[in-house]
């Protein structure tokens, strides 16, 4: 059972790179987030997906594109690395709408980068 | 003022204590709670829903209280096992955002 795969699990990166974090699922599960944390700041919500096709903005958005072409893909963009995007990423997902029992996440394990 | 706040920590307890962690949110449209376990360097995994009535999951009990909105993770019989960061989520009225509190550090001391 492969749940939440996330690559890659390091990336340096330097500063005015652009990278792409890859999050698959393999639950068909409708909603799938990405979340940072950062030390003292617990984990904050970026971009989230609740279907194929639909994205919106979480908490801290700028400076990062998704997408969600399909049900199992939500990939997360850095379009231009800034040293303030040092943090580890992570992937979730869960099954179903709010109130409907289905809330739990499931996590990828993250990715750990670093913008020199 | 932070949507979801925890108890600051680190929690050193020996084992066999009894510790508990509150943590409070400020959405009172708050629909659904949870406490997430994570280890050091892993992702988080959930530890248990919460629920109004309150709910017991062998030495963990959660409880919840909406008039003073905030929620509670009791844990009995500290294990070693038990040493990580406990977070807790909120998952909001008009979506699927939830919100994490920044985590407190509980640390079981032979």
């Known amino acids: 059972n492969a749940g939440v795969t996330q690559t890659p699990k390091f990336q340096v990166l330097k500063t005015g790179q652009s990278m792409t974090l890859q999050c698959a699922q393999d639950?068909?599960?409708?909603?799938m987030s990405w979340y940072r944390q950062d030390p003292g700041m617990g984990l904050r919500l970026i971009h989230y997906s609740v279907g194929a096709g639909i994205t919106d903005q979480g908490e801290v958005p700028n400076g990062y594109n998704v997408s969600r072409s399909t049900t199992e893909d939500f990939p997360l963009r850095l379009l231009s690395a800034a040293p303030s995007q040092t943090s580890v990423y992570f992937c979730a997902s869960s099954y179903s709408s709010l109130g409907q029992g289905g809330e739990k996440l499931f996590f990828g394990s993250g990715t750990q980068l670093s913008v020199l | 003022r932070k949507e979801v706040e925890q108890d600051p920590g680190p929690f050193n307890v020996p084992e066999g204590a009894t510790v508990a962690f509150n943590c409070t949110y400020s959405n009172s449209a708050s629909q659904s709670f949870f406490w997430y376990r994570q280890d050091c360097r892993k992702e988080p995994k959930l530890l248990m829903s919460v629920y109004s009535s309150g709910n017991e999951d062998g030495r963990f009990t959660a409880q919840l209280n909406r008039a003073s909105q905030y929620i509670s993770l009791l844990i009995r019989d500290s294990k070693l096992s038990d040493s990580a960061t406990y977070l807790c989520a909120v998952n909001e009225a008009y979506g699927q955002n939830f919100v994490f509190g920044p985590g407190t550090r509980l640390s079981v001391l032979p």
């Open positions: 639950m068909n599960h409708e909603y």
